[in-house]
């Protein structure tokens, strides 16, 4: 299976310790490594409102990874996890591989759609640059 | 009062001669304005919105870009032609984490907004709308917001 990419966020309650947190996120880097995952990024984005209530709580700390991995058995894994962590009142993990295969295509076409255009417009874009050459040096004259 | 009562109506034939030779041009208008406010229906309504507006352009007195400035005088209702703000911007991946932007493209209750009010492309309006989506998801956006 190739390599997928995933990006999962989950929310804590706005109470939780520091400590807790990296209790937590250490066990998910354990399960990760286990699976031979990788964290490509991890980022908290401390308390935040949340949109609606969720569990009677209005703030949440979001915890947000971005992983790789090949094997879909560590989502499942996380996800349980996640589940059972007392702290945590919902994640949400999301594969982002095939829309970022999409994206890179697009650029890819969009660069060379960009690449073949200059030779066309090459001399109309010289002869414009030529002329606010000039300008700048014709001002400090005058 | 029956001769002044006789002048206002006879005003308005007037107004509605010159608009008769207007006539033809004036048929395919609501035709074209189809595409473009019916546009959510099919993703080429823009697309096909656009010949006739140039066959218009070439037809009428403006010509070319210049047709919105000729008709502005003509139609009152004329609106400045939206365009998508991603394809502005060569959006190839709408991040549903900005939660911020995506506001933009949400009713203050919370609804997306349709494509004739953003002018949103309908490639973009799709990827926008699962953005969106995801967004709620994990309680960046709210499903309906409470008042």
Known sequence: MEERLYDLIFILRPATPEEEIAKLTHT???????????????????????????????EGIFIYLSLKSTDGEMVKELERRLKVAEPVIKYQTI???????????????????????????????????????????????? | MSDQENVPPAAPPAPAAPAAPSGPPSA????????????????????????????????????????????KGKRQFFRKRKVCRFCVDKVDFIDYKKAEMLHQFVQ????????????????HQRWLCEAIKRARNIALLPFASEL
């Open chain 1, 95 to 142: 594969r982002l591989d095939e829309e970022m295969k999409l994206q890179k295509k697009l650029v890819a076409r969009r660069e060379k759609k960009i690449a073949r255009r200059p030779r066309r417009q090459a001399p109309p874009a010289a002869a414009a640059a030529a002329p606010t050459g000039e300008q700048p040096s014709a001002t400090p004259a005058t």
């Open chain 2, 108 to 123: 203050d209750r919370g609804k997306i907004l349709p494509r004739r009010m953003t002018g949103t492309c309908s490639r």
């Open chain 1, 28 to 58: 998910l880097e354990q399960v990760i490594s286990e699976h031979h995952g990788k964290i490509e990024k991890q980022e908290n984005w401390g308390t935040k409102r949340l949109a609606y209530r969720v569990s009677k709580h209005r």
């Open chain 2, 28 to 71: 395919p208008r609501p035709r074209s304005s189809g595409p473009g406010g019916g546009g959510d229906r099919g993703d080429r309504g823009d697309r096909g919105g656009r010949p006739p507006r140039d066959d218009r352009g070439g037809g009428g007195p403006g010509g070319g870009p210049g047709g919105p400035g000729g008709r």
